[in-house]
């Protein structure tokens, strides 16, 4: 018997459904009747930092090979009838996959043959397949994969960025490992992280568009695979909260050096609740959207183009981080410009026309994203892994205060736990 619970938001007038399936997955829908398309995802709470880990079940805990969870994510398409790619042409719906840091998530779009394409998706996620002789055709493949990314400029950038900022936490390697360290990789490690990770209890199944929830259902009693729980705990060595050094340099192929300025956090072992996010976020947009005096004056200096400057807030298991991303002809410069804007807003405050603006800017981008399904379903996968819910920060976003998101300042965007990476064209 599964127990739905309606979700509702009476400020933007949608809502959702929540079941907990008696398989141990959870699951979300989001029907959006209007809409032709609709939007699966079926992800597990498993990145590329999850390479030290302890089950409840057992005593010691176990390392493997870094890459192993992205190498896992290419290996599951595979089965002995072909690959879910085929099978996903006969429905005619578009599948993909990705991994990240912390998740690993399938998922599909189509516009026809729904129930049909997630059967398909809910089938190959739960039927892992792999030989000796896959797994090793498989490391040729992600190996020129690995090679590719050593050479792309704004990959660079982004992993030199994360090396000078963390000492030893695993978000510093590469998703797809090393050349080294795939090589490593045996059928049996997948088959132990798959059986570790894709239990469905540590899972979610998001889906959103023209669906009914008791149809999905139907799917899922008939399709899931009921496994026991188990507790994971991802086993990370200290991070402290010094950078390993504020600047690093690398030379390829651009035309325009490339940066990245990250601001490094104390993450500590909890994730930022949906209040703490918004108010991260109006912070950022206040300090650095388009609309903000530091990008103008940027912008005006001929420093940054509107085109590439960006930032995000980038965190998960362990790790956490503010990041400023562009070309600049002058990043050097570019790096003292933000972090003064830090220190301004620091002692002199966010002003409330500033900070209504942003807080608007950000609701109503937020809410628009609630007409598209592809940006409900990940929205939703993301939040059910961090434990915050969609329509809760929405309200958290606006109901945020001007002395809530001030106080963000104390403790992020410090100038003394900064890195600055730079990618510059090759001589």
Not at 255 to 262: E, H, I, Y
Not at 398 to 414: G, K, T
Request: charged share 25%; hydrophobic share 35%; net charge negative.
């Amino acid at each position: 018997m599964n127990m739905i619970r309606e979700v509702k938001s009476a400020r933007v007038g949608d809502r959702y459904y929540e079941v907990k399936h008696p398989s141990g997955l959870r699951i979300f829908v989001y029907p959006k009747e209007q809409n032709n398309s609709t939007y699966a995802v079926f992800g597990t709470k498993y990145g590329s930092v999850d390479t030290t880990f302890k089950r409840s079940d057992e005593s010691e805990a176990c390392t493997v090979p870094e890459g192993i969870a992205h190498y896992l994510e290419h290996k599951l398409f595979e089965s002995e009838d072909g690959d879910a790619f085929a099978r996903y042409a006969k429905t005619g719906a578009n599948a993909n996959a990705y991994t990240s840091f912390d998740v690993t998530c399938y998922l599909f779009s189509c516009t026809e043959n729904v129930y049909e394409s997630l059967e398909i998706l809910l089938d190959f996620v739960q039927s892992p397949y792999f030989t000796e002789q896959t797994v090793q055709k498989e490391q040729g493949i992600i190996g020129q994969e690995i090679r590719m990314y050593d050479d792309d400029p704004q990959w660079r950038v982004m992993f030199n960025l994360l090396e000078a900022l963390y000492h030893t936490h695993p978000v510093k390697i590469d998703i797809a490992g090393t050349v080294e360290s795939i090589a490593k990789i045996t059928p049996e490690l997948l088959y132990r992280c798959y059986h570790t990770f894709y239990n469905l209890n540590n899972m979610v199944l998001c889906v959103a568009g023209n669906v009914d929830v008791n149809k999905v259902l139907e799917l899922c009693d008939k399709l899931l695979k009921p496994s026991a729980p188990v507790e994971i705990e991802r086993i990370f060595e200290q991070e402290p909260r010094e950078i390993v050094k504020p600047y690093v340099e690398q030379k390829l192929s651009v035309v325009t050096p490339l940066f990245q300025l990250g601001f490094k956090e104390d993450a500590g072992n909890r994730r930022r609740t949906a209040k703490e996010l918004a108010e991260i976020e109006i912070l950022l947009e206040a300090m650095a959207s388009d609309a903000s005096p530091l990008f103008r004056r940027l912008l005006d200096a001929g420093l940054v183009n509107e085109s590439s400057f960006g930032y995000e807030y980038f965190e998960g298991p362990g790790y956490a981080s503010v990041i400023f991303s562009g070309e600049s002809k002058d990043p050097q410069r570019v790096a003292e410009e933000i972090k003064k804007e830090a220190e301004r807003l620091r002692r002199e405050g966010l002003d409330e026309a500033s900070f209504q603006r942003s807080k608007k800017a950000l609701y109503g981008r937020t809410v628009s994203a609630l007409n598209s399904v592809d940006s409900i379903a990940n929205s939703m996968a993301s939040f059910a892994f961090t434990d915050r819910e969609l329509f809760s920060y929405i309200d958290e976003i606006a109901n945020a205060d001007l002395q809530s998101v001030q106080r963000r300042l104390d403790s992020q965007l410090l100038a003394e736990y900064a890195a600055l990476s730079v990618v510059n064209p090759a001589e």
